[in-house]
């Protein structure tokens, strides 16, 4: 089994900062690529950042510039440091991680999610 935990999220006015944490744990062997995804009310769920095992790093257009995405390898744990936030950022933001577990199977796993609100 494993199991993914988001933790940082909260209230913060347009322009503050916010850092959301995530860690895998469980039967893991390694974790590949760790992601951060964002659900607005009514929307999709779409990709905000992700990072690949060596700290290949991609972003969403909308927060280039403003987020930055960083990894513990040894934690399993990969962070979202969030910088200039703008109303538009309100959503529930989820944890995503590819892990390759003990039994050499590689499976997808998603955290509960975690609430940012943003007010201007």
């Known amino acids: 089994q494993v199991q993914v935990v988001e933790s940082g999220g909260g209230l913060v006015q347009a322009g503050g900062s916010l850092r959301l944490s995530c860690a895998a744990s469980?039967?893991?062997?390694?974790?590949?690529?760790m992601g951060w995804y964002r659900q607005a009310p009514g929307k999709q769920r779409d990709l905000v950042a992700s990072i690949t095992s060596r700290g290949s790093t991609n972003y969403a257009d909308s927060v280039k510039g403003r987020f930055t995405i960083s990894r513990d390898n040894v934690k399993n744990t990969v962070y979202l440091q969030m910088n200039s936030l703008k109303p538009e950022d309100t959503a529930i933001y989820y944890c995503?991680?590819?892990?390759?577990?003990?039994?050499?199977?590689?499976?997808?796993?998603w955290g509960q999610g975690t609430q940012v609100t943003v007010s201007s």
């Open positions: 995503n991680a590819a892990v390759v577990v003990t039994t050499g199977r590689l499976n997808d796993y």
């Open positions: 469980g039967s893991i062997f390694s974790v590949r690529e």
